[in-house]
């Protein structure tokens, strides 16, 4: 028994087999397509990886369940306006104060159970379709609860807390699933799967408003609780793992189990991806705000969110496909320093006129919405094709990201107090609405370029070794 358990183990630190590959029970053997090309009785064909109906059915779906875990959490600013717009709600103690916070933590908590939920994933692989299917129900349960609630605390319970754990057992198993799938093109599959956020992102505000409208908050929160089950039912048995994880087993504990730890790449990364997360979710979360302050009419407000999100499904594939080519390194600085500087001119000095905050939309959804699609290129060396460990690296690269997440709402409406004075022209953006945001501009171009000089220690620090290693 402890040879088979070896082996099994071994199966899961060594690249994944190609699609001639089969795993042997008898001896529990990979064969690599010399020996023979058909299945025996004790044999169970291997899908191929980076390709094939099983590879891209998977990304499809794993695209599918990425925007509707995120696409939520992301537009509850939809609600949130409905909310206040109640009367039964805003009478409430704090309800004005309270109920941001349903948004917050919808997102937050995904983020930041990353370090809980991925490696219990990776430990337990054979748990993964059964924690996806009570994440579906949470989902459900959640948004359906809601339509119900009559006071602010059951909605920060349902529609935040409640919905946040049914997403991160949902969410966390799908992208363990990507490691399996995808080897070669494992950063344009991360990238066209993180593209379901942006997508989200951008239809679901167009939707929601109308059906909010026509049937109010409490119908509008049941039907799309059952769209969703209607939605993740049928996908979720496209999303799937490759290997037979009843017969594999999370690996025991390894004298090297934490060699990532010691791995000084590992925690420049770790730098970079907290510092870029403090600064990336306040123009996503204020640009309606700021376009409606200019008073160029609610159109340009979501015009503005729309050419974002847009942007960022480009940026988010075209990234993640690089990633598979070029250093991430070399991606992550180049996009942050066009970031800070895009900042800085577009939304700095140009943002008061209607062509320099849409532009910065656009520019800023191509370059920063990318950034976590260059998380498989950084985990890959330091992994080693280890899925397990890639697995739980991916959580603590979520928590780092949702502690600025978390942190964004008092960041920002610190940055924006009203201003004390009165500037009578406004002939940068930084003057819009009395100087009100100029703050806020200073502290996220200036995040971005603190990530820059991280990203370049980073990149340095891959070319010195590359160097050593020739």
């Known amino acids: 028994m402890s040879t088979i358990s070896d082996n099994v183990e071994l199966a899961m630190r060594l690249p994944l087999p190609p699609s001639t590959s089969s795993v042997r029970l008898g001896s529990v053997s990979f064969d690599e397509g010399s020996l023979s090309s058909q299945p025996s009785r004790n044999e169970t064909s291997l899908a191929p990886v980076d390709g094939g109906f099983g590879a891209w059915s998977f990304l499809v779906g794993a695209f599918l369940v990425e925007t509707i875990v995120w696409g939520f959490p ?67 349960a959640s948004l359906f609860g809601a339509s119900y609630a009559t006071t602010v605390i059951e909605l920060v319970c349902l529609q935040g807390v409640l919905y ?87 690996p025991g504990r390894r004298i090297d189990d934490y060699a990532w730890a010691r791995n000084w790449n590992w925690w420049v990364l770790v730098v970079a991806n907290t510092v870029q997360g403090f600064a990336y979710f306040l123009p996503i979360v204020w640009l309606p705000t700021y376009a409606s302050a200019i008073n160029r009419g609610s159109s340009t407000s979501a015009l503005s969110v729309a050419l974002l999100n847009g942007a960022s499904v480009f940026g988010r594939i075209a990234l993640g496909s690089l990633s598979d080519h070029l250093s991430p390194w070399f ?28 532009a910065f939309g656009v520019l800023y959804g191509l370059l920063a919405g990318g950034w976590s699609s260059l998380w498989t290129g950084f985990v890959r060396p330091i992994a080693k094709d280890d899925p397990t460990l890639s697995t739980s690296l991916y959580g603590f690269l979520m928590l780092s990201r949702g502690v600025g997440n978390v942190l964004s709402t008092p960041i920002s409406t610190a940055l924006s107090a009203p201003p004390s004075g009165v500037i009578a022209h406004e002939k940068t953006g930084f003057d819009v609405a009395n100087g009100r945001f100029e703050k806020m501009i200073i502290y996220v171009g200036t995040c971005f370029a603190g990530a820059t000089v991280v990203a370049m220690v980073g990149w340095g620090g891959e070319r010195v070794i590359s160097r050593r290693t020739r």
């Open 331 to 358: 991606l992550a600085l180049s996009t942050l320093l066009t970031t800070s500087l895009v900042t800085f001119v577009f939304w700095g000095l140009a943002g008061h006129e209607t062509t320099g905050i849409l």
């Open 164 to 250: 946040a754990l049914g997403g991160s057992l949902l969410y966390a198993p799908t992208i363990s699933y990507m490691s399996e799938w995808f080897v070669k093109r494992r950063g344009l599959a991360n990238g066209i799967i993180f593209a379901g956020t942006a997508i989200g992102g951008l239809l679901l505000p167009l939707i929601m408003p109308q059906l909010i409208r026509a049937h109010g908050t409490p119908l509008t929160l049941r039907y799309l609780s059952f769209a969703v089950v209607g939605a993740l039912l049928p996908t979720l048995s496209f999303v799937r793992p490759r290997l037979p994880e009843h017969r594999v087993h999370g």
């Open 74 to 140: 992301n537009t509850f600013g939809v609600f949130l306006q409905a909310y206040l717009e109640d009367p039964k709600i805003l009478s409430q103690p704090h309800a004005s104060s309270i109920l941001p916070l349903v948004g917050t933590l919808s997102s937050g908590i995904i983020y930041c159970s990353g370090p809980v939920i991925y490696p219990f994933t990776s430990r337990f692989p054979y748990h993964r379709r059964t924690a996806m299917s009570i994440g579906t129900l949470l989902c459900w």
